[in-house]
């Protein structure tokens, strides 16, 4: 149950006294170092854990996208991953200018066996880790501050000694105070400035320090001040690359990661898409296409999104969700009406090679390998934008403005009554229903432009037509063709308006007719038609108008007599 007062059970974050604080003006203008974790965090937080198939699938995935340093797992913790590593360096699969990592709690019988499991190696990194937060001390541990720091050291002293005994491998170290959001900063150096003693990094051979939001706990702006506390007050600062390693607790992983690295960071863990213990670890995909929409190449590769998906999806056989930024299926899309038509209003303007500058639309899909085609649709929210944008995308008609908004009046009734949403290939049936097939009571056969010079109209017309099944044949004449036309049907016409336009090139263009008139008295109504021969198409839009309002009345006429 919800308490009324959270105060007492929860306590809230303490600020870290930091008064000139710089990070808040820094911006970032290169990307952090990414490490990828999926293949350890990410992999020990799945329901079932990647078989070795798996894991080296998903390396190979974030070699592809031009991911530097992989974890690559946690090898004293099982065979699987033991072998893992082991099928890396003996089948030579990690390319020259990537680096493996590999985690181990700081004891002795897993440290043995994790440098075990890079022996042979090109390049390694052995990470060393153990937790030091107050609560950890308290209740896992049971060991004053002294006695922890003890453990790294200690471990830090035995991984230093085991890998002096494979001098072919270039060794690299982490350590990571598990925990670090929640211990106290003082605490958080010493241990660090201990550990960092014992590998003694230069500028050239840095130690990396790795300070995890283990537990994310509190606000993005804390974190970036512990960041900036320890880059400050560290030892051997010039020595060290400074990491981070958020989770998502509080779901401002992503925050927490671009703060820290105003605040100093240099190197970022996290997994593709999120995956990781409880909510996650820190997006680095969201991190990487966040920089690339501020004009800041990431160094890495999303340009078919939707590939790194599938592969991930299917290794860690956990969806994607459908809003998550850049890549879920939904993103891309709008379906509501003022958004359609600002979308499709940016498309227009937008020029090739222009900066990107497109309402609701933070990145061009194109980059991504998305296509424009999922950006609009439609259902009962949408606007007239959205449905003219798809006809146009996928079947190259162009609606006059007014005709969009006779048109989306029969969408949207389409929508409310079923509730769904509607594809661009439905709107078409609908478009087509309501204009292309208006077949009655005139239906278009022929017609035949004659010359009359006794005539005082310019343009003569003979017409063959069906009305209600029945043959009719007519004469008309005009100013032009459709004026003609119009004079040969014999009916009180009025035209408003007339907009036409090819679709397509070569043998296979046609014209499309929209033809907007008022019969009678009553209201103006839009017909439309498409032909090869743009005159024909003319015609049957002016029909199609026409049969429109014909139908129309004599369905008011029938309502009116049926309330009579
Ligand atoms: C935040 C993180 O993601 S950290 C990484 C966590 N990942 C994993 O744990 C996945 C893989 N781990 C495993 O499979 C197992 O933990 C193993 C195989 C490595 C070790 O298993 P076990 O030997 O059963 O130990 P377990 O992990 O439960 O740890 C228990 C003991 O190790 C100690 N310990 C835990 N972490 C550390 C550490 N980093 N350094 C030193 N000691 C540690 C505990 O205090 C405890 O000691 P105790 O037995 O004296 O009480
Ligand atoms: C072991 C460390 C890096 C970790 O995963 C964490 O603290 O979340
Ligand atoms: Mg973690």
């Known amino acids: 149950m919800m ?38 965090d990410g992999n020990q937080a799945l329901i079932e854990p990647m078989s070795i198939e798996k894991k080296l699938r998903f390396f190979d995935l974030l070699i592809k996208i031009g991911i530097k340093e992989i974890e690559v797992g946690f090898p004293s913790a099982s065979q699987t991953d033991f072998d893992f590593v082991r099928k890396l360096i003996d089948e030579h699969r990690i390319p020259d200018d990537v680096t493996i990592i590999v985690l181990t709690q700081s004891r002795e019988e897993l440290i043995r066996r994790t440098v075990d499991s890079c022996v042979g190696a090109k390049r390694a990194i052995v990470h060393l880790y153990n937790s030091v937060a107050p609560v950890f001390r308290k209740v896992v541990f049971g060991m004053s501050r002294e006695e922890i720091t003890n453990i790294a050291t200690t471990g830090a002293k035995l991984v230093k000694e085991l890998t002096k005994q494979h001098p072919q491998t270039d060794w690299g170290y ?25 590998f ?54 992503v925050a927490s990661a671009e703060l820290a690295v105003m605040a100093g960071a240099d190197r970022v863990e996290g997994c593709l898409f999120g995956n990781g213990e409880r909510t996650g670890n820190v997006d680095l995909v969201t991190l990487a296409l966040n920089l690339y929409t501020q004009g800041v190449n990431p160094g890495l590769d999303f340009s078919d999104i939707d590939e790194v998906r599938k592969v991930v999806e299917e290794c860690n056989q956990l969806p994607v969700h459908p809003r998550h930024p850049y890549v879920g299926d939904l993103v891309f899309t ?34 991504l390998g998305r296509s424009y085609d999922a950006v609009i649709r439609v259902n009962s929210q949408s606007g007239k934008g959205g449905m003219a944008y798809l006809l146009e995308q996928d079947f190259g008609l162009v609606l006059p403005r007014r005709l969009q908004i006779e048109f989306s009046r029969a969408v949207q009734a389409v929508a409310d009554q079923t509730g769904l949403e509607i594809t661009a290939e439905g709107i078409y049936n609908i478009f087509s229903k309501e204009y292309f097939e208006q077949n009655a009571p005139y239906a278009y056969q022929s017609h035949k432009m004659v010359e009359d010079t006794s005539s005082d109209e310019p343009v003569q017309i003979d017409i063959a037509m ?21 004079d040969a049907l014999g009916l009180d016409i009025k035209l408003m308006d007339y907009h036409e336009h090819s679709i397509g090139s070569g043998a296979n263009a046609k014209a499309a007719c929209y033809v907007e008139l008022r019969l009678a008295n009553g209201p103006t109504l839009f017909g439309a038609a498409t032909d090869s021969n743009i005159l024909t198409a003319s015609f049957k839009a002016v029909l199609s108008a026409v049969n429109r309002q014909l139908v129309r009345s004599e369905e008011d006429q029938a309502k009116g007599a049926i309330s009579a």
């Open 200 to 253: 003694e990094p230069t500028p050239n051979k840095k130690l990396i320090i790795n300070l995890p939001s283990t537990v994310e706990c509190s606000t993005p702006n804390i974190y970036a001040d512990q960041i900036e506390w320890m880059s400050r007050k560290l030892a051997r600062r010039d020595s060290l690359i400074i990491s981070v390693h958020p989770h998502n607790d509080r779901g401002t992983a």
């Open 334 to 367: 709008a379906f509501s009406g003022s958004h359609q038509d600002a979308i499709k209003k940016g498309f227009a303007k937008q020029q090739e090679g222009a900066i990107w500058e497109i309402p609701y639309l933070p990145i061009d899909p194109q980059d």
């Open 466 to 486: 069906l009305h209600r099944g029945a043959p009719l044949a007519l004469q008309g004449g005009g100013n032009g063709p459709i004026d003609a036309f119009v």
């Open 174 to 198: 982490e350590y990571t105070p598990e925990s670090f959001s929640t211990t106290e900063l003082d605490f958080s150096k010493h241990i660090c400035d201990a550990v960092s003693a014992i």
């Open 3 to 40: 308490l009324q007062n959270p105060a007492s059970k929860y306590r809230p974050f303490p600020a870290v006294q930091l008064s000139d604080r710089s990070w808040p003006n820094a911006v970032i203008s290169k990307p952090p170092i990414w490490m990828s974790t999926d293949l350890r």
